[in-house]
C-alpha cells in the first residue's frame, strides 16, 4: 500500500548519528529516497548522516552489523535498496535473508534499524516509490528514524529520574 508521508510531522533529534546503508542495484531510484530522507534528518536537527554503498541487498544486514558495533556508537541505521522479482526464486531468497539478518542485527546489538528495501514486482512500482512526492520512500524512513530515536531518548530520560 502507498501511504503519503508528510514531513511536518518529524521530531527534532539535535545531533543524532545515523547512518545509511543503500544496496548499488537500481541507484538511480534508491539515491532519490535517500536525498529525502537525508533532507528530512537534516530538517530534524540529526547529523549529517553518513551513506555506505554496499554491493547489494543481501550484504545490507553484514554493514548494518559492522555499523552496529562502531564507537561511538549511531542511533539509528536506514537501509535502502529494491529487489525486482525475475523468473527464479532469487527475488524471495534475497528479501527474506535481508530482512531476517537485520532483524537479527537489531535486536542483537539494540539499534534501530529502518529497512526500506523494497521487494518490487515491476520497475513501475519501484519509480512510483522514489518519486518527487510526498509517497518517496526517503520520506518514511526518514520519519521512522526520528520517531524511534526520539522515543528512545525519552525512555533514557525517565529511567533516570
Known amino acids: 500500500m502507498k501511504t503519503a508521508h508528510h514531513s ?27 536525498e529525502r530522507c537525508i533532507a528530512l534528518l ?32 549511531y542511533e539509528a541505521l536506514i537501509c535502502f535498496g529494491a529487489v525486482l522479482k525475475g523468473e527464479t526464486y532469487h527475488f524471495e531468497l534475497v528479501m527474506n535473508e535481508c530482512i531476517r539478518g537485520l532483524g537479527s542485527t537489531a535486536l542483537k546489538h539494540d539499534i534501530p534499524i529502518i529497512s526500506e528495501v523494497l521487494p518490487c514486482t515491476t520497475l513501475d512500482q519501484l519509480i512510483k516509490r522514489s518519486g518527487p512526492d510526498e509517497f518517496n520512500k526517503g520520506i518514511e524512513a526518514a520519519i521512522a528514524a526520528a520517531e524511534i530515536v526520539a522515543w528512545r531518548r525519552l525512555q533514557r530520560t525517565e529511567d533516570k529520574k
Open 42 to 73: 537534516l530538517q530534524a536537527k540529526a547529523a549529517k548522516p553518513e551513506v555506505h554503498i554496499l554491493p547489494g541487498s543481501l550484504e545490507l544486514p553484514i554493514g548494518a552489523k559492522t555499523l552496529a558495533l562502531k564507537t561511538p556508537g
Open 8 to 34: 511536518k510531522t518529524i521530531p527534532e533529534i539535535a545531533g543524532s548519528r545515523i547512518a545509511i546503508l543503500q544496496s548499488k542495484w537500481y541507484r538511480e531510484h534508491t539515491d532519490r529516497m535517500v
